[in-house]
């Protein structure tokens, strides 16, 4: 079983910049995506970026300001520049192995 560990959301005023984190741990064996999606309050879940064995997708709502990255084989963080209020949601971390694991989320609130 894969548990997913995310940090970094919180408050913060437009323009302004977060870092999420998420470690994954457990029985993980050939991971074919890491990332993150989010859902914002009567909204879908939507995909905001994730690494992928054939590279890199990004949402084009935060292509240009969001930044994804793998630290390592099983941490994946999203430095999060210029926020928008449109941005507030709850950042999910997702893992792709032969299953999809979701993190519980963390909230990103992004106001002034």
């Known amino acids: 079983q894969v548990q997913l560990v995310e940090s970094g959301g919180g408050l913060v005023q437009p323009g302004g910049s977060l870092r999420l984190s998420c470690a994954a741990s457990?029985?993980?064996?050939?991971?074919?995506?890491m990332g993150w999606f989010r859902q914002a309050p009567g909204k879908e879940r939507e995909l905001v970026a994730t690494i992928t064995r054939s590279g890199r997708m990004y949402a084009d709502s935060v292509k240009g300001r969001f930044t994804i990255s793998r630290d390592n084989a099983y941490t994946v963080s999203l430095q999060m520049n210029s926020l928008k209020p449109d941005d507030t949601a709850v950042y999910y971390c997702h893992v792709d192995t032969t299953l999809r694991t979701w993190g519980k989320g963390t909230l990103v609130t992004v106001s002034s």
């Open positions: 457990g029985n993980i064996f050939n991971i074919n995506a």
